[in-house]
């Protein structure tokens, strides 16, 4: 019984991992389509991949922080009639870039992981 | 103080002075937290959200690169604070001195090294806790930080200092030129490195 209970620890571990790799491209594509803020990001990530992809404000904001200190995206802050200002972000040509690079990177790993893990052929 | 408050609060406490965009990190957690409440979610499910205080500070520190300080710029540093503390200790002693009968000048001489050793001990330790350096080190352009990147705490000012307490102040910077980081041993200890600032 110990014994799963590690295993599914170490699967968690697994997810992390792979979330935490691929945050930043996670970002980039969804500020592709134009600019946002914060928390439209966050949402944006939930209605897109259907809530199985869920990424916390915690995780996410010094993502942010992380990219525009990288030069990928530029920022706007915009004060709404009330509340608090907004931070908006966008894609600089340099944050277009490495999106086109992590993207491609990406695919290839994919696709060479899921070659590596098809099922085996029958007679083999 | 609110909860938010206590919340940003936190988080910025741990973020030293000289971090990048500071006060923009504070004010758009309050925005997203803002948000996030009156969009209906409790304010104890979106700041659990976000996560313990201290590590979300640590997550924004990864994007702030930390590199050792040159030691020569801070064994200048040290000089330009024994200079500032000696000052400090050695004017009113000496006017002291003119003003006591000669018979008592004896005391007066050890009182003024006792203040001081144990003034520049308190000096270093509050400067280092409550601004990450010393005016010496403001100075040459350096800071004291947690290895994370993160303000120190008072307890890891204070264990900094404790090779002077000790007096193996020399045994313990002897490390610095052979570590990674060029950390002393009591800075190794006490999980904390001088930086560039």
């Known amino acids: 019984m110990e014994k ?29 389509p134009g600019e946002a803020y914060g928390y439209e990001i966050v949402s944006k990530l939930t209605e897109e991949t259907g809530g199985s992809l869920e990424v916390t404000d915690g995780t996410l904001y010094p993502v942010l922080y992380r990219l525009e200190r990288a030069g990928f995206v530029s920022v706007r802050w915009e004060t709404p009639q009330r509340g608090v200002p907004r931070k908006y972000y966008r894609l600089t040509a340099e944050g277009r870039a490495e999106l086109a690079a992590l993207t491609q990177e990406w695919t290839t790993f994919a696709k060479a992981m899921a070659k590596l893990l098809r099922p085996a052929r029958e007679g083999k | 103080m609110t909860t938010v ?15 990048p965009l500071r006060e923009q990190i504070a004010l758009e957690l309050q925005g997203l937290i803002g948000e996030r409440v009156e969009k209906g979610q409790p304010l104890a499910e979106v700041l659990a959200n976000l996560g313990d205080p201290a590590a979300l500070a640590e997550s924004y520190l990864l994007a702030v690169p930390l590199v050792s300080a040159p030691l020569e710029r801070r064994v200048l540093a040290k000089l330009v604070d024994a200079a500032l503390v000696l000052g400090a200790v050695a004017v009113p002693s000496v006017v002291t001195g003119f003003l006591l009968a000669p018979e008592s000048r004896g005391g007066l001489v050890v009182a003024a090294m006792l203040a001081a050793g144990f003034g520049f001990l308190a000096y270093t330790i509050g400067f280092e806790y409550v601004r990450g350096q010393t005016p010496g080190k403001e100075l040459l ?24 307490l000790l007096s193996i102040f020399f045994i313990d910077v002897f490390f610095a030129p052979f570590t990674e980081r060029k950390q002393r041993a009591f800075e190794l200890l006490s999980k904390t490195r001088v930086v560039r600032a």
């Open chain 1, 4 to 32: 799963d209970g590690e295993r599914a620890e170490g699967r968690k571990g697994i997810e992390r991992e792979l979330k935490r790799g691929s945050l930043e491209l996670i970002v980039l594509h969804l500020l592709a």
């Open chain 2, 5 to 19: 408050d206590a919340y940003i609060g936190s988080v910025l406490a741990q973020l030293p002075r000289s971090t």
């Open chain 2, 141 to 164: 352009g350096i800071r004291v930080v947690r290895e994370s990147g993160a303000a120190i705490g008072l307890g890891q000012a204070f264990v900094r200092q404790l090779p002077i």
